[in-house]
């Protein structure tokens, strides 16, 4: 299963799919069940950083990352805090491993 390599700021178009690498809009977006939750790669080895890949069939990931960067998006901060949580966890065991992990038995969404 080939994934392109490394993208700039967020919006990837992978086939029903949409991608960032930032923790917060991707905690965001776990948290709110618009996107589910699909699996983290690592997108540079040497650096350690990750995208985190979400289905996105209906293309809806870049409107939903600008009304999140427009601070439109309300969500309750206890249950983003979790979803952060496990992003992270998701985000250390794909460096560990060092390729792409999807734990979609826990992704709550």
Do not use: W
């Amino acid at each position: 299963m080939g994934h392109p390599g490394p993208i700039s700021n967020s919006r990837l178009a992978l086939g029903g799919e949409f991608g960032t690498r930032k923790l917060q809009l991707a905690a965001y977006l776990h948290d709110s069940s618009q996107l589910r939750y699909l699996r983290c790669e690592v997108i540079d080895h040497v650096r350690g950083n990750v995208r985190f890949v979400f289905a996105d069939p209906s293309n809806a990931g870049p409107d939903l990352e600008l009304s999140f960067e427009n601070n439109n998006a309300a969500i309750n901060a206890k249950s983003l805090f979790a979803s952060q949580t496990f992003l992270r966890q998701q985000m250390s065991r794909t460096i560990e491993n060092g390729d792409t992990t999807s734990d979609l038995a826990h992704a709550r969404r």
